[in-house]
């Protein structure tokens, strides 16, 4: 059946540099900007026009660089790629007619095969990259949780025509400019798609579908990096977290123990929320923590295996922690897997609703506007403080690599070298 064509129209500034100095004052949203270096400050327009700062700029009839004009934008649904996915494509135009124009001309042109239907039958980094994540799904190498979160990754790719081309057509330069206008992203979104880009071309490489080895050690495209600074998960200072704890147990918050677990135990939410009354121990003294709440593969909220093989750990149960066990035991609602947490059908407790009543409490006793991670730091920051031995954190913590714990606590770490520096000092300071 013919699909309907639709027309997604809409509205952009378009900055174009000025040929004489107007001697303007500088534009206020440029002059506020944190990250002018990513448009070399100011000279590269091709940067400036996906700058999301540049883009809304409310400033844009006193910018002393560019002349503002508006342009007018319509995307039309050109097919589908092997997966159902749709190719798009857009036509700009100082009208809003003519842009329409554009785009219905180029269907009636590409439903008669006039142009090229890229995407659709022949290999490109979209397509391969949506396989290979398919075939690591059902292999069981990835879980539902990761495996959702690595398909909208490369949906990040779906505004790319070169993203639908064969692989072998893509150009070098497309692939850096793209890695290029990534560093308005985070860190973190810049790493996972440069390796899905960098797996994509070694399957491809090995299965001769290109000879382009743009990601190989001696021809590598670099990394870029994010223009944004790197979020840091805060921990509360023991002050904070005092006044947190009395709070929630005088308002008798409605998830007041899941937040004190997490503070006494270092557990993710997931975790908590996904324990039994059978995982605790109170003979043997111990939590086991072998499942978490995570992902099926339609984004429902599941239980399921434990982040890591090293997740699956057991806790002590701490003199803190116990009562508060003890007490969510005794009140839970009945649910069939006979959950500690749950809401009063039985059903599993929402995460995005925990950590959202978390950062109003927060707020609301003016301290740092948290999430439940920031929970599981501040129970290992008050264990480095103790001065606990870092192989034993990182057991407690459920890393894999004892690394990732140094890594994680590496501020702290050097405070700690720095009061233990202090007590050879004083041994020093003794008479012989």
Same mark, same amino acid.
């Given at each position: 059946m013919k699909e309907e064509l639709k027309i997604i129209k809409g509205q /952009?500034?378009?900055?174009? @540099?000025? @040929? !004489?100095d107007n001697h303007k004052p500088i534009c206020p949203t440029c002059q506020k900007c944190t990250h002018r270096d990513f448009c070399n400050f100011r000279n590269n327009l091709s940067k400036m026009k996906i700058c999301d700062d540049c883009k809304k700029c409310e400033n844009a009839d006193i910018c002393d660089t560019f002349y503002i004009t508006k342009q007018f934008k319509a995307t039309i649904t050109v097919g589908r790629d092997t997966h159902g996915n749709a190719l798009r494509k857009s036509f700009s135009s100082t009208s809003e007619d003519e842009a329409v124009f554009k785009a219905i001309q180029y269907k009636k042109d590409y439903d008669m095969g006039l142009v090229t239907k890229t995407g659709v039958k022949q290999k490109s980094i979209y397509n391969l990259a949506?396989? #290979? =994540? =398919?075939?690591?799904?059902? +292999?069981? *190498? !990835?879980?539902s949780s990761t495996y959702i979160r690595n398909i909208e990754t490369i949906k990040l790719l779906a505004d790319k025509r070169w993203a639908f081309f064969p692989i072998d057509k893509v150009r070098r330069e497309d692939l850096e400019e793209y890695l290029t206008e990534l560093r308005l992203?985070?860190? +973190? +979104?810049?790493?996972? !798609?440069?390796n899905i880009l960098k797996r994509v071309y070694a399957v491809a490489n090995y299965r001769l579908m290109t000879k382009n080895k743009f990601f190989d050690v001696e021809d590598q495209i670099k990394m870029p990096k994010s223009v944004k600074e790197d979020k840091k998960v805060c921990a509360l200072t023991l002050e904070q977290e005092n006044r947190f704890i009395e709070y929630i147990k005088v308002a008798g918050a409605m998830y007041k123990n899941i937040y004190l677990i997490a503070l006494y135990t270092g557990m993710r939410i997931g975790e908590i929320v996904a324990l039994t009354v059978d995982d605790i121990n109170f003979k043997g003294n111990y939590i086991d923590i072998n499942k978490t709440v995570t992902l099926d593969e339609k984004g429902n909220e599941k239980i399921g295996s434990t982040k890591t093989s090293n997740g699956r750990r057991k806790i002590v149960i701490n003199k803190l922690v116990k009562p508060i066990l003890? =007490?969510? !035991?005794?009140?839970?609602? @009945? +649910?069939e897997q006979n959950l500690i947490f749950c809401r009063e059908n039985g059903s599993l407790m929402c995460r995005k609703v925990i950590n959202a009543e978390l950062s109003r409490i927060c707020k609301k006793i003016g301290l740092p506007r948290i999430s439940m991670h920031a929970l599981r730091h501040t129970f290992a920051t008050r264990c480095v403080e103790s001065g606990m031995n870092f192989k034993a954190l990182q057991g407690f913590m459920g890393h894999a690599d004892i690394q990732t714990t140094l890594d994680t606590y590496a501020d702290l770490?050097?405070?700690?070298?720095?009061? *233990?520096?202090?007590? #050879?000092? @004083? /041994?020093? =300071?003794?008479p012989v």
């Open positions: /952009y500034i378009i900055k174009q @540099k000025r @040929k !004489i949506m396989e #290979l =994540e =398919e075939k690591k799904y059902n +292999s069981g *190498e !990835i879980k992203y985070s860190n +973190s +979104s810049i790493i996972k !798609i440069y003890q =007490e969510a !035991i005794k009140d839970r609602n @009945k +649910s770490q050097d405070d700690f070298k720095v009061k *233990e520096m202090k007590k #050879l000092d @004083k /041994y020093f =300071e003794k």
